[in-house]
Each structure stands twice: as C-alpha cells, then as structure tokens.
C-alpha cells in the first residue's frame, strides 16, 4: 500500500511537472503561438486533473503549487483561445464542464464606438429619470375611473419598459433581460448603450409630448362626453366629463358641461357650484344655466338678471339665445308676466326653427310647452290647443326640472314626449358619497 501511495503521489508530482513545463512553454512563445502549444497546455493540465482523481490525498504543498499554475493559465485565457481551435477540440474530445480550460473565450475586441458607452448610459439615466418625473404626474390624471386597454398599453406599458431599462443601466436584474432582447433583435453589442439611449429619449419624448397635448387629448374626452349626453346617456358623460376635466382643470366648457349632467339629473348643488367657477372665468353659457338653476330654486329676481344679462352679451345668432329667451320666458311666466313672457317665448320657437328647423334637439321644442300655458293662462284657447300640439310632437327636456315642470302642467303630455336627454334606457346614476365635484357620481331624483 505505501508503494502505491507512492507511486500515485509520484504520479501526480509528474503531471504537474509537465504542466509546469508546458506552461512555461506556452507564455514564452507569446504572443506568437501555435495551436501545437495550445493543445499540449491543455492536455498537460487533463493529465494533473486524471492524477488528481487518484485515491491518494495530496499534500498542501502539491496543491498550492496547481493553484499557482492554474492562475497561471487563467492569464492566458484569451491568447490560448485565440492560437487554439477550442470549439473543434471540444467537438472532438467532450471534455465535461468541470474541466474549465477547455472553455476558455476569446477576448472581446473593443470597438471605437465603445469609448461612449459611459455618456450614453450616464443620457440614457437622465431621460428615464425626467420620465419618471412625468409620469408620476401624468398617470393619475388618466386614472378616473380605471384604464382602458389602450390607455394601459400607452402609460402602464411604457413605465414598465422603462424600469427594466434603468435597472440595466445601474446594473441590477434587467441588464440580462435587455441583453436577451437585443440579441434576439441582432443589435451588436457596440451599438446597444446607443439604442438603449434612443429607447430612453423616445419615452421622455412621448412624455412631453402627451404633456404638451393634454388640452387635446381632454377635448376629446370632452367630446365623447358630449355625445353620450346628447344621447341621454348621462353616466358615461360624467365619466368622460370627469376625465377631461382631471387633464384640463382650466377648461370652462368642461366644468359647463358637467353642470349640465348634474342639473340634468337634479342635482342642483353641484350644478351651480360647476356654473359658478365657470362664470367667474367669464363663460357666457354659464349665465343662461346659472339662471336655470335659480329659477329652479325659485330665486326668480336673480334668474331674471341673469337670463338678460346673457342676452346683453350674446349675438342674435349665438345658439344659446334660443335657452336665454325660452327661460327668461319661463322666469316671466312664473312671474305672471304673461305678455313679456309670450315674446321671448315667441323669440324663443323663432330661433328654434331658424337654428334647428324643429330637429328635436337637446331642450328643444320646450318652448311651445311654456307658450302653450301662457295662451291657456290667457284664455287663447285655439293658439293654446295648437301650441300643446307642438309641445307633444318637439318636446325633448333637457333637465329633470324640466320634465317635472311639464309633469305638473300636462301629465298626459308629459307621458309622451322624448325623455332620453334626461334618462336613457335603463340608466339608473348612483346618489354620491364625496362632496368633490370631481368624483361626485350622479344622482337622481324620482321622475314624478
């Protein structure tokens, strides 16, 4: 037994030896070397790894001394992969991968594009900060009410790229992953800080650029709300309302149109606080519907001047003459006015007809309701009858007060006009639980 121990320990001495030995070999012939050399390193350092395997421990001393010879190797890692043909040796021999220096690679080249690659990363970090400054102020406002599909894909998507971006850039869990896709996409890795920086400024780009188009992108919201309300469709419009209103906080029209789904509804409190901020910005709308939700509140003095004082201000061929005349008409009425109220409310139907030809439009055709009683109050009978024709056959309320003024008046004329601006389908708006008109829901009254 101790000859065999000698014998393996005489063994391994060898090899290392000659490992030794064609090391050496191989750093003087640098850097001109041939594949010759290459392979004999090679197969010298199998052969320390064969005696290694053998039964008998190594002393320390024989160990250290392969340690240093491996460093040793390990220094020339890229010179033996470049004089060697490591990839046909490895075909040919299999060595498993616990034998490491048959995997050696050859070293990159550096490419003159790369002495950069700090700048653009050091740019590529400054856009997706800034970006990250804009989103945090961007998607809050696109989130009333959730995200659509589109809007998912156009805010949440891009900050998620963009996480995976910076993480690669400051060395963490998404530099594998970014590597992954621009192999994939065959983008050579000397250009890769270089699109990572365009990928980056694109963001910061579109960021802007959403920014600077909020006011566009709030009208068309708006604009969608307009058409869901033209339709009766008064929850979605306050959604839409709402959402334009989160992007573009100064835009009268919006706030005008938000008061109106309230007012639609019977809401007046809110109403009136939407009608308010927008009058003290100097929207002329804002009179005529301020006015309404006076004469609701049977402040009739102020609904008055607020009704004349539109006119005042408007131009005969502005479309909202039509609702100046028809509800100072009906202030009038209420009044007991009845002359004056006759001639606004004749104003009123003229407009109607000249703007709109009786097409049935949003508050349309209430006019010849509010005539027809004052012709009945007067004891026009025939004029009466014909007017609460025209009522039955144009009639479309625009709010609920409206509807219930006419329920009071004609409950047989009341069950057959077009309702859908003030309620469509099986629309039933929820009662609020905020009293901010920027999430308040809308709530309804009973229909009388």
């Known amino acids: 037994m101790t000859d065999l121990n000698k014998s393996t320990s005489s063994e391994l001495g060898l090899a290392i030896v000659h490992y030794a030995t064609a090391l050496s070999e191989f750093e003087e012939e640098a850097p001109l070397l041939s594949s010759e050399k290459t392979l004999n390193v090679l197969l010298a350092r199998d052969a320390v790894s064969v005696a290694l395997n053998s039964p008998t421990q190594p002393s320390g001393t024989t160990i250290a001394s392969l340690l240093l010879l491996d460093e040793r190797l390990k220094k020339q890692a890229a010179a033996i992969a470049e004089a060697g043909k490591l ?90 992953v970014v590597k992954n896709v621009m192999k994939k996409l065959r983008i050579p890795s000397h250009l890769q800080s270089e699109v990572t920086l365009g990928f980056s400024a694109t963001l910061l780009l579109g960021a802007i650029a959403t920014q600077a188009n909020l006011p566009k992108i709030a009208d068309s919201y708006y604009q969608q709300g307009r058409n ?4 009766g469709l008064l929850r ?20 005008i149109a938000l008061g ?4 639609s509804v019977g809401n007046l409190d809110l109403a009136e606080k939407m009608y308010k901020e927008s009058l003290e910005s100097g929207e002329l709308l804002a009179f005529n519907n301020l006015g309404r939700v006076y004469r609701h509140q049977k402040k009739l003095v102020a609904a008055e001047a ?45 407009l109607d007809k000249k703007m709109n030809q009786g097409k049935g439009q949003i508050g349309g055709g209430m006019a010849h309701c509010l005539l027809a009683k004052v012709q009945e109050i007067q004891k026009n009978k025939e004029r009466g009858r014909q007017e609460w024709e025209n009522c039955q056959k144009l009639a479309r309320p ?19 006009v077009d309702t859908s601006s003030v309620v469509a389908g099986d629309q039933k708006p929820e009662a609020p639980n905020v009293a901010s008109p920027s999430s308040t829901p809308i709530t309804t009254k009973p229909t009388p």
Not at 236 to 255: F, G, N, R, V
Not at 398 to 416: F, G, H, K, P
Request: charged share 25%; proline share 4%.
């Open 228 to 231: 869901y309300y033209k339709d």
């Open 87 to 176: 990839e046909d040796w490895r075909s040919s021999l299999k060595p498993p991968e616990s034998a490491w220096w048959w995997f050696f690679q050859p070293a990159e080249q550096a490419h003159p594009l790369d002495r950069f690659d700090n700048l653009w990363n050091g740019l590529s970090v400054v856009c997706l900060t800034a970006f990250v400054a804009y989103m945090t102020g961007l998607v809050p406002r696109f989130a009333v009410g959730g995200f659509s599909v589109l809007e998912s894909f156009g805010i949440i998507g891009p900050s998620g790229l963009m996480a995976v971006a910076l993480s690669s850039l400051q060395g963490g869990g998404g530099e594998k």
């Open 236 to 255: 979605k419009a306050e959604d839409k309302y709402l959402q334009a209103l989160k992007l573009d906080p100064d835009h009268d029209k919006i706030s």
């Open 306 to 350: 607020f009704f004349r004082m539109g006119l005042r201000q408007l131009s005969e061929d502005n479309p909202i003459n039509y609702q100046l005349h028809r509800n100072l008409g009906w202030v009038l009425l209420e009044q007991k006015q009845y002359d004056k109220a006759a001639l606004e409310l004749e104003s009123a139907i003229a």
């Open 398 to 416: 625009e709010t609920l007060n409206e509807y219930q003024w006419l329920v009071e008046t004609r409950r047989d004329i009341a069950s057959t």
């Open 260 to 263: 109106e789904v309230y007012e």
